[in-house]
């Protein structure tokens, strides 16, 4: 008899309707070496400042090599249950209402958000960070992504908190934490590598009891 799936199985794919179409979340793999590169070559003076890097490389490029390895390391850490490596993949409401499984021309890579390190024990809690397209920006499409996976993780995950770490000038993240009614709790100072710098980071967070019916619901 086949083995039922549990709510800590992976690879878990989220999809959720918006009013400009759908979007969806699903776990990142080797076969998206292509368009993930294009995409980050497409945004690279868009996202450099709010780039993650280290004291040794204060330069964020991402190469084929790179990709391979970024993959190989997010696939572990799935199956180990400590991280969350999704691609955010958006299809236009007039390309129809569902988005198929097989990748397809009219579904766009948009962006990618990442849950991790997942903290079980009395903590229960993990971080999100994201990253988008500049042409799909301003949309609440990002918005939409961190409600859908949010949810997953209080609903589904059962975890009881939640946070985000965002630069003060980083104002397009700022408004997504804004919209989902995230709690600031204060500034963490030079807390993580930046565009090649130590950089201060407002420190947003939610727990279970907040999230009511579930944020996608609220936002919608």
């Not at 776990?27 to 993650?52: G, I, K, Q, S, V």
């Not at 988008?132 to 949810?151: E, K, P, S």
Request: charged residues 25%; proline residues 5%; hydrophobic residues 40%.
């Amino acid at each position: 008899m086949a083995r039922r799936r549990t709510a800590m199985d992976w690879p878990t794919t989220l999809r959720a309707a918006v009013p400009a179409g759908e979007i969806r979340l699903r776990p990142l793999t080797m076969r998206d070496e292509h368009r993930y590169l294009a995409l980050r070559a497409a945004n690279r003076d868009w996202l450099a400042p709010w780039d993650a890097t280290t004291p040794e490389y204060p330069v964020t490029e991402v190469t084929p090599a790179g990709f391979r390895e970024m993959a190989r390391t997010m696939a572990r850490q799935a199956r180990a249950g400590s991280h969350l490596p999704w691609l955010l993949w958006f299809r236009p409401a007039e390309q129809g209402d569902v988005v198929a499984d097989s990748e397809d021309a009219a579904e766009r890579l948009i962006g990618q958000v990442t849950v991790g390190p997942i903290i079980g024990g009395s903590a229960r809690s993990t971080s999100i960070g994201y990253w988008m397209d500049q042409g799909h920006a301003g949309r609440g499409l990002m918005t939409a992504a961190v409600a859908l996976a949010c949810d997953h993780l209080f609903i589904s995950r059962g975890l009881h908190r939640v946070e985000i770490s965002i630069r003060p000038e980083n104002a397009a993240s700022l408004r997504v934490v804004e919209k989902l009614g995230f709690r600031q709790e204060g500034l963490r100072e030079r807390f993580l590598h930046i565009a090649g710098e130590w950089r201060d980071h407002h420190s947003f967070a939610l727990t279970s009891e907040e999230i009511g019916d579930g944020l996608l619901r609220r936002l919608m």
